[in-house]
């Protein structure tokens, strides 16, 4: 990071972690609340900290309880934890763009375009492997880079430039893979993303792996507590000489890179690829990431909170898909703990609040 | 004390409401009866895994005064590979015939696919015909074409078990309905034992009706009374999610399954990760329709797919400009069906999945349709 070169400042202001940022992007200032309130009010930050994991547990014990076959059973974390790992890599991503106050609505697109182009690519031209994964991310680094030109240095909403180019990307992917599915990707492929260790998945590892990665990056370097200060403060952020453009770009480009990896080994783990996939990706992402920031470090968009937002939603759904429940509630489930989630964090700031 | 505050009252009640209407849905369980009939099982695969033949959809027609007419199809989603290889040799027919053949994208929106039929109506088409649109969803447009005296055709909207749509002339379509069945007929005469079944379908589109009382006639004709058959009911818009997580459940939910039967190919594919997962892999097949050539290659592969049943795309176009060509004759309303083939390891062997030719072969329809239109 050649930001510390920037300004001495600076260093000052992001050695104390700024005050976290609501998903709608009001500031929470839970710091003075912890030092100024009571044991009631370490209760409730605990509380609201930790209310996804109680829920998790409960819904887990709940399950296991009515389910006892079924439920707590090895096949069925395998189940639960398999079917995310993909969702998890890409959400992780979109958390850099949300953390530097931007959006990003082309991850999905972006990611069935690395799997068919990773299809086109070792498929149909026969290129190995290891090339054609580059070839991949450097295109995903270019899909970034075009992102961020226009958001960060031409100054064009990120809403309004990720879904344009969330469609343009849409598009690509089917001219370059005439719009069919491919199936049969390289054996190590495969191999790398459908083999397990300790009965689960290699690519629940990465994910794991990369969530640590990213919690590091938050938590532990200037280059997370700068992409904070940015997105929480962009105009104190520059004034105090961080260098904003540089650290959005840096935001986009992580998650193309994110989204090459998860396309990558969805290309893998599902033995084709299918251009249209990627709209399929957009809620499920997109309710992680929010759900998650209402965890862990609630108000903050955060690595550990999107896991765990994952995990809540995807066990919630399969326990009622085993109760017998019909298709639907997968839709039902992950709409609903998204709007509930959201409004029992702001309830519990604005209880708070009023005390 | 405190008191709980309405917000979070409010909260709560929509939680519960939420799971209550999501505990509401159920799959539904039905079994095969008496001792089963294997070799009637038998029977069926191997004719339906034979070669396709050719039946005249009806009296040679005199096609010189449409000379010059343009058809428009109005297409569901043009991005999609089937419809377009569809669309292709309407066409290629729709030139030999001497027509000329307008596409409009739906691009998967009705309203936009409404629009299409207007302006193929603004623009006096000679006849309308709308690909995986149900008249019914594009019922005033239809309606509209109808006043001005244009005939609708529609194309793989209906089962030839259920009548032609309302404001529709005809319709050219397959059997869902003995593609069902002939998945089970496989399932049955491939399986030591019962056949456990789990079919993944999609209510809202109608013609999976009629598959899934194909699936479950054939159940009832040739599984015996301990094969057991369970339905999830999955949603159109986000089936890829659903497909994936709905497979791996039922697996631990139902774990004597021996066979999934996703509806569709494109949800095959999300299917199969599922069973992999699982560790079933060897232990459940799985069959679906389309013969998409992805899935053909999981069944050349071995991988977890064993059977598919499809339907020769070109030879649907052709049959789709014939049936205008009636239509704008006068041609009473009818369902004309193209024929089905079920594809498993064993007649794909030396196959070039690829080419459609080699696929569904012994039958040349483009040289019969020429016959019919007194071209050849």
């Not at chain 1, 862990?296 to 939603?313: D, E, Q």
Request: hydrophobic share 45%.
């Amino acid at each position: 990071m050649e930001t510390t070169n920037d300004t001495s400042n600076a260093g000052q202001h992001i050695t104390e972690e700024p005050a976290p940022i609501s998903p709608t992007g009001a500031l929470v200032t839970e710091r003075a609340e912890d030092v100024s309130g009571g044991s009631q009010h370490s209760w409730i930050h605990w509380l609201n900290k930790y209310a996804l994991v109680l829920v998790l547990v409960g819904l887990a014990v709940a399950y296991s309880i009515a389910l006892p076959d079924t439920f707590p059973t090895i096949a069925n974390l395998r189940n639960i934890t398999a079917t995310q790992s993909v969702l998890i890599i890409m959400s992780l991503g979109l958390t850099f763009p949300l953390v530097a106050g931007e959006f990003d609505f082309s991850f999905g697109p972006m990611v069935a375009f690395a799997s068919s182009f990773t299809a086109v690519l070792t498929v149909n031209h026969h290129v190995p492997l290891v090339p054609a994964a580059l070839i991949v991310i450097v295109a995903c680094l270019v899909i970034g880079l075009v992102n961020s030109f226009f958001i960060v240095y031409i100054g064009i909403s990120s809403l309004i430039t990720t879904l344009g180019m969330g469609t343009l990307i849409l598009g690509l992917t089917l001219a370059i893979s005439n719009s069919a599915v491919i199936a049969g990707p390289p054996d190590f492929l495969v191999s790398a993303t459908t083999n397990s260790f300790l009965k689960l998945p290699y690519p629940v590892y990465l994910s794991i792996a990369l969530a640590a990665v990213v919690w590091f990056v938050y938590s532990h370097t200037a280059f997370g507590r700068y992409l904070y200060f940015s997105g929480e403060g962009p105009k104190a952020a520059r004034l105090s000489g961080l260098p904003v453009d540089r650290l959005k770009t840096y935001a986009f480009l992580i998650l193309a890179l994110m989204c090459a990896i998860a396309g990558i080994v969805n290309f893998g783990r599902l033995g084709s690829a299918d251009p249209n996939i990627g709209t399929s990706f957009l809620l499920p992402g997109t309710a992680a990431v929010f759900l998650g920031a209402t965890a862990i470090v609630p108000g903050r968009f955060n690595a550990w909170g999107t896991v765990l937002a994952v995990y809540l939603l995807v066990t919630g759904v399969t326990g009622l898909q085993l109760l017998g429940g019909a298709g639907y509630l997968e839709n039902i489930f992950n709409g609903a703990a998204l709007v509930l989630a959201v409004t029992f964090a702001h309830l519990v700031r604005r209880g708070r609040a009023v005390e | 004390m405190r008191t709980i505050s309405k917000p979070v009252k409010l909260t709560v009640g929509l939680a519960a409401a939420a799971l209550a209407l999501a505990g509401c849905g159920a799959g539904s369980t039905s079994a095969g009866s008496g001792g089963g009939d294997k070799a009637g099982a038998e029977a069926l695969v191997k004719k339906a895994s034979g070669d396709v033949s050719w039946t005249a959809p009806g009296d040679p027609i005199d096609i010189s005064k449409f000379k010059g007419k343009t058809i428009w199809v109005i297409t569901s989603d043009y991005s999609v590979p089937f419809i377009q290889t569809v669309v292709a040799n309407m066409k290629e027919a729709a030139q030999v015939a001497g027509l000329k053949l307008q596409v409009f994208d739906g691009k998967g929106v009705t309203q936009t696919a409404a629009n299409g039929i207007q302006q193929a109506v603004g623009a006096h088409a000679a006849a309308i015909e709308v690909l995986s649109v149900n008249t019914q969803f594009v019922a005033e447009a239809v309606k509209n074409a109808n006043q001005a005296k244009i005939p609708v055709i529609g194309l793989l909207n209906t089962d030839p078990s259920q009548p032609v749509e309302k404001g529709a002339d005809a319709e050219v379509t397959i059997d869902y309905a003995l593609s069902g069945k002939e998945l089970v007929a496989y399932a049955v005469a491939n399986t030591e034992g019962p056949v456990n079944g789990f079919f993944l379908t999609l209510p809202s589109i109608a013609t999976f009706d009629a598959m899934k009382k194909g699936i479950q006639d054939g159940f009832k004709e040739f599984c015996s009374s301990k094969c057991k058959l369970n339905i999830a009911d999955l949603t159109e818009g986000n089936f890829k999610n659903e497909t994936q997580s709905n497979t791996a459940s039922a697996l631990l939910r139902y774990p004597d399954t021996n066979w999934v039967f996703p509806a569709i190919d494109a949800m095959a594919q999300f299917a199969i990760p599922s069973i992999t997962t699982a560790g079933k892999k060897g232990k459940v097949q799985l069959g679906s329709i389309n013969a998409f050539e992805a899935n053909l290659k999981f069944i050349t592969q071995g991988n977890v797919q064993a059977v598919d049943v499809g339907n020769s795309n070109s030879w649907l176009g052709w049959a789709a400009v014939d049936r205008a060509l009636r239509a704008m004759s006068g041609a009473k309303p009818d369902v004309v069906t193209v024929p089905v083939r079920l594809f498993d390891k064993d007649n794909l062997q030396g196959v070039d999945i690829s080419d459609e030719s080699q696929l569904f072969p012994g039958v040349d329809f483009r040289t019969n349709y020429k016959k019919l239109w007194g071209l050849s």
